[in-house]
Each structure stands twice: as structure tokens, then as C-alpha cells.
């Protein structure tokens, strides 16, 4: 096996680096594709939510994964759904990708464990990435050592998308699913609902499902009453 499985801990498989859109960040993307694992170095990435993070650790994932690297891929904004103890023997994988660290700072048993499994991690040589929508000046951790641990790495600022780069990665994952959507529509998207691209991917999937299964274009009538009322919020 090339990553730990657990259940609901898995790695995206369409999440890649080759349908990440780089834009501002080509070159951070260039760095966590070609340099990350090389160097076996740590990371943490920061950013505003839509920025891509989830992202970028599910393609570090697939990436590890082709080169038959074991990984483990933990989304601590589900950290409610198990405890701690999750991270006993993370030593033994080769890269752990840990999503939203920032949602348990402050709750003392997460941020030990954390501490711990970062320092094990480091004795082994292994690779640990992590995610959060703040700079680790402003995670405001309650255990000082942790929040010097993860500054001890590469630590890079995830830039949001323009509109019109977010219009072309809409595009580029319509394509990839076999779906014609006219720029209106895309606009429309943009402009009334949630701009957050992964909220407007799972609509965009959501849509994809339902035009099949009515036989129907994607205008923006259709939209209107596959998605409900518009909500930019």
C-alpha cells in the first residue's frame, strides 16, 4: 500500500497539480511539485479559504503516491470525528499532509500531539505539510514550541484567484468532465453564488449530474433551477 489508509482520511485522486491553477502561485506549485520531496523538507501554507489549499495537499498526496511514497492526509476541521491518538505512529509514513491546523489551536491535547508527531517526524527524516488560513504569527498557539516548529520550514502565502482565473479553472474542469458551459453561465456562477472555487467546483458537479439526468443544457434558467436562489455570500 502507498498510503495509510483510513477510513475517510484518503487522498483525492482528482486533485492534482495538473489541475491546480497556478496563477500568482506557479512558482510555490512548481516548489511543492518538483523541490517538496527532494528535499524532504516541512511546509506551511496559508490562505484565504478558496485559495486551493485542500487542494494542493491532496496533489502532494498523489504525487507521493506515484512514487511510491506512503502518506496520510489528515483534515483537522474533522477532528471532532476522532481524537488525538490519530497521530500515534505517523513517524511511520513518509509525508503527512495535515488540513486546517489552525482549527484546533488552543485545545491543548491536539496542539502536544501535534508537537509530538512533528518532532518524530523529524527524527525520521519524513516530510510533514500543513495548512491554515493564517500565518503561524497569527495562530496564537497556547504551546510556544509548536508554533516554533512550524515555522521552522518553508512557509508560503496561497494567493486567491482572480475572477477570471477562477472562470478558467471552471472551464478547464468543465472540459475535463465533457460538459459545453458557455461563458454566460460561468459569469453567472461568479456573480451569484459562492466565491469560493471549491464551493463553485461542487456546484459545477452538481449541475453536470443534473443536466445529464434531464437532458438538458446549461443555461442560465436551468441553473437557476438546479441550484435554487442565488447567494453570493
Known sequence: MTQLLLKGLQPQSHMTFANFYGGLNKNIVDYLQKELLPQKTSAYLWGSPGCGLT?????????????HKTTMYLSLKEASLYTPEILANVEQVDILC???IDAVVGQALWEEALFDAYNR????????????????????????DLQSRLSWGQVFHIE?????ERAAVLQLRA?????????EVIHFLLNHYQRDLGVLL?????????SLA??????????KDVLGPVSIF
Open 175 to 183: 472540459k475535463e468532465r465533457g460538459m459545453i458551459v458557455s461563458d
Open 55 to 67: 487542494h494542493l495537499l491532496h496533489a502532494l498526496c498523489e504525487t507521493a503516491n506515484a512514487l
Open 202 to 210: 461542487l456546484l459545477l458537479e452538481k449541475l453536470d449530474g443534473a
Open 160 to 164: 486567491l484567484l482572480t475572477e477570471a
Open 121 to 144: 517526524m523529524q527524527d525520521k527524516d519524513n516530510i510533514w505539510v500543513c495548512t491554515a488560513k493564517t500565518s503561524v504569527r497569527g495562530l496564537n498557539c497556547s504551546l510556544a
Open 214 to 223: 434531464e437532458k438538458k443544457r446549461l443555461t442560465i434558467p436551468f441553473v
Open 98 to 100: 495535515i488540513d486546517d
